[in-house]
């Protein structure tokens, strides 16, 4: 098995570890507001903690909210709440695997239809299944290459 091949497995089993997460909502208000709240934290208590100020915490969870916070930020206020802030990627498709698979076949398809409609104008077409038997084959090659190509 090579290198990158265990790379993408290892990567894989992590990620699946995230992939019930995809189905927890994100607090309204951001998690930052929410667990204060829920645990009773004033402003200024999380403040004091952070070292700044109650704005400073407005500012916090704003920006959560925002999307434009920092994980670094997100960090410090985990720590001062005594958590540890935990992040990951989950492929749309389910896994790295299948998103593989999914831009070979695309990239395949492009590859294939372009010699195919070459062919077909020099009337030497292929048949469908032809065609199909082709786009699968240089998928199962560009899957094991993995090359740069895939990703543009």
Do not use: C
């Amino acid at each position: 098995m090579s290198k990158l091949s265990l790379q993408l497995q290892h990567l894989n089993s992590k990620m699946q570890s995230f992939a019930f997460l995809k189905q927890v909502a994100i607090p309204q208000y951001g998690w930052v507001k929410a667990i204060r709240t829920s645990l009773g934290m004033s402003m200024q208590q999380l403040g004091n903690k952070l070292g700044i100020s109650k704005q400073g915490v407005l500012d916090i969870e704003r920006r959560e909210k925002d999307g434009s916070i920092t994980i670094k930020s997100l960090k410090e206020v985990a720590r001062a709440m005594d958590m540890q802030l935990v992040y990951g990627f989950i492929p749309n498709d389910g896994s790295l695997d299948s998103l593989i698979e999914k831009r070979a076949i695309e990239l395949a398809t492009k590859i294939v239809m372009r010699t195919a409609t070459t062919m077909e104008l020099e009337d030497q077409a292929n048949s469908k299944e032809r065609i199909e038997k082709a786009i699968q084959e240089r998928a199962n090659e560009i899957k094991k290459e993995i090359p740069k190509i895939l990703w543009d």
